[in-house]
């Protein structure tokens, strides 16, 4: 089994700065992608950032430039940090971990494997 436990996040003016870590115990996660979502009030979730296993990343357009998503397999973390961030930024950060953020239309992002129980950023302006 596979446990997330998220660390990083707090109250930020914007244009300032934070980093978000997500350590995960358990099984070896070098072959999974991991990422970053978010989800806030009366949203519905939404992929932030995620990374390959081969360290491919992708983002949401909302928050490229200012996010970079990276990983270190020797100590089983993955990061968000958080440049600039907006007011609209405030949500609740899940780390998941999974064989692919493929979204499948009929089955959201079926092929995450674990959730971490998330850590709230607020984005004051």
């Known amino acids: 089994q596979v446990q997330l436990v998220e660390s990083g996040g707090g109250l930020v003016q914007a244009g300032g700065s934070l980093r978000l870590s997500c350590a995960a115990s358990g099984r070896t996660l070098s072959s999974y992608a991991m990422g970053w979502f978010r989800q806030a009030p009366g949203k519905q979730r939404e992929l932030v950032a995620g990374?390959?296993?081969?360290?491919?990343?992708n983002y949401a357009d909302s928050v490229k430039v200012r996010f970079t998503i990276s990983r270190d397999n020797t100590k089983k973390t993955v990061y968000l940090q958080m440049n600039s961030p907006k007011p609209e930024d405030t949500a609740v950060y899940y780390c998941?971990?999974?064989?692919?953020?493929?979204?499948?239309?009929?089955?959201?992002?079926?092929?995450?494997?674990?959730w971490g129980k998330g850590t709230l950023v607020t984005v004051s302006s």
């Open positions: 990374i390959s296993s081969g360290g491919s990343t």
């Open positions: 998941a971990v999974g064989r692919s953020f493929t979204y499948y239309s009929d089955y959201g992002y079926a092929d995450i494997d674990y």
